[in-house]
């Protein structure tokens, strides 16, 4: 479908109108599952007057109209999703979970596997973000993995948005975002550069990468092309952004890619979600299938 042509006159003063804004959100919620209530409208705003005018359109209103003629959001789906989805992200977030991964959750999962051959854990980090959350889970494991020597593990980082999973990828990030990585790991783990003006850069060493793979996934899809036996699933701090009901569907799509004993990690804000029956509580916001 040929774009319009039009001339760029919009800019900060420019806003949707209610009925534009209504039926991107609208859109997000379908196909996201993200809910934008009315108060995210200026956050919304912001991030599309790049996309308007890198299609030359005059207004946000045009481009909400361009999304909904012919074959707009087919051309634009991509974009638009990158725009509007939020990827707070940190490393070591929530520290406790990863003491728990590495002081119980581990030992016990490597308990009921058989002994002697190196069993392979999965761990799948299901709204990976930038990748700091699988780059923090690939450092603790790859810890734990040569002090007991008994384990493989891979890793798999999963989001909708290109963007930040072509970071993830990439695995580059600024000084100021690795400062909660302890420093005996950033001295094993990172590789430190020193770019134009000053700006201090850190990539994630090679052996670490090879063990963490990102794929696109929206979460609102009806199946999940990974694997079904997985021992670790994070979706940390996502699925309050959803409607209860899309909760309940992502996480019992998610169960379904757990192999029995596996655990599920919320967000602590999300401690009651995922109460299924196939699920029994064994900390704050962790969850194992039985």
């Known amino acids: 479908m040929p774009l319009p042509h039009y001339h760029t006159v919009g800019g900060d003063e420019d806003h949707l109108s209610p009925r534009g804004f209504k039926r991107i959100a609208d859109l997000i919620g379908t196909e996201v599952g993200i809910k934008l209530p009315p108060a995210k409208q200026t956050m919304v705003e912001g991030r599309l007057r790049k996309r308007v005018r890198a299609l030359g359109l005059t207004s946000l209103d045009a481009y909400s109209d361009f999304l909904f003629e012919e074959s707009g959001i087919a051309m634009e789906r991509v974009h638009l999703i990158d725009a509007v989805t939020t990827n707070k992200t940190d490393f070591f977030r929530e520290p406790d979970h990863f003491d728990l991964l590495r002081e119980q959750l581990v030992p016990d999962l490597l308990k009921t596997r058989r002994a002697g051959n190196q069993p392979l854990l999965k761990i799948w980090s299901a709204a990976s973000s930038t990748g700091a959350e699988a780059y923090t889970l690939a450092m603790v494991l790859a810890d734990l993995a040569a002090q007991r020597g008994d384990f493989r593990f891979s890793i798999l980082g999963t989001d909708i948005s290109t963007v930040v999973l072509a970071q993830g990828e990439r695995a580059v990030y600024s000084a100021e975002m690795i400062a909660p990585v302890p420093p005996v790991m950033q001295q094993r783990y990172l590789m430190h550069a020193r770019r134009p003006a000053g700006r201090h850069e850190v990539r994630i060493v090679p052996e670490l990468r090879r063990l963490v793979r990102f794929a696109r996934l929206n979460l609102m899809d009806s199946s999940y092309p990974f694997d079904s036996d997985v021992d670790v699933i994070l979706l940390r701090n996502v699925l309050i952004y959803f409607e209860k009901s899309d909760q ?24 009651m979600i995922g109460t299924a029956d196939t699920m029994r509580p064994v900390a704050p916001a962790v969850f194992q299938k039985v």
Do not use: D
Request: positive net charge; without cysteine; proline residues 4%.
């Open 248 to 271: 309940e569907r992502v996480i019992k799509r998610l169960i379904n890619h757990l192999r029995p004993g596996g655990y599920l990690l919320l967000g602590h804000s999300e401690s």
